[in-house]
């Protein structure tokens, strides 16, 4: 009866084990999150194009019709199209360091290339997508417009009544930069996981 319980016992037991294992393949069978992940990159480069082209084909307008001529009021005083080429940072900050910036730029769109690697975050994705398109569209007016390469200035544009002009590439870096404070305060990090502080 004994032999008989143990060969009975005995499918049992890899079935036993198989279910152990079943728990562990569930979770292997997972790899869903890699996907997952894979399409958030996919978000955070469909973002960058999307910011990155509009910024470019906007500048390639402004220079083609607006540059050399009357500023277009589109609300009054209060907001007006003009053309005009910016040696410094985002809003004309510090135009003696236009080299300065361009390595900055080039670094930030760096570590988010390496950032997206970890990401599994949609919220993230997008932040960092609008970061990466502003950053490609002025980064590209300081290698390909005059003065020269890594000195070039941006084209801006977007001229509201006591502001600073700027351009669709400083606006999406802007909006990136307050999702991702938003995202901070919320305790969402990059890698999708939730922290409470």
């Given at each position: ?6 060969i ?94 361009t390595v900055?730029?080039?670094s ?10 970890k ?79």
């Amino acid at each position: 009866m004994a032999e008989a319980e143990r060969i009975i016992g005995t499918p049992d037991t890899p079935d036993a084990a198989g279910d152990g294992q079943e728990r562990p393949d569930a979770e292997q069978e997972q790899p869903p999150e890699r996907p997952r992940g894979k399409r958030r990159i996919a978000v955070l480069f469909a973002v960058a194009v999307f910011a990155y082209l509009l910024d470019l084909v906007s500048k390639m307008i402004v220079v083609a019709k607006l540059e050399h001529q009357e500023p277009i009021e589109i609300v009054g005083d209060w907001l007006r199209f003009v053309a005009i080429r910016n040696a410094g940072a985002a809003f004309g900050i510090g135009e003696a360091f236009t080299v300065i910036f361009t390595v900055i730029a080039a670094s930030v769109i760096v570590v988010i290339a390496r950032l997206a690697r970890k990401l599994h975050s949609v919220p993230w994705a997008i932040a960092l997508g609008m970061l990466l398109g502003g950053a490609l569209g002025n980064l590209t007016d300081r290698i390909f417009r005059a003065p020269g390469v890594f000195q070039g200035a941006v084209v801006d544009f977007i001229a509201p009544k006591h502001f600073a002009v700027f351009n669709l590439a400083d606006s999406a870096i802007v909006c990136g930069g307050i999702l991702i404070v938003i995202l901070s305060f919320r305790g969402l990090d990059p890698d999708g996981t939730v922290h409470k502080d």
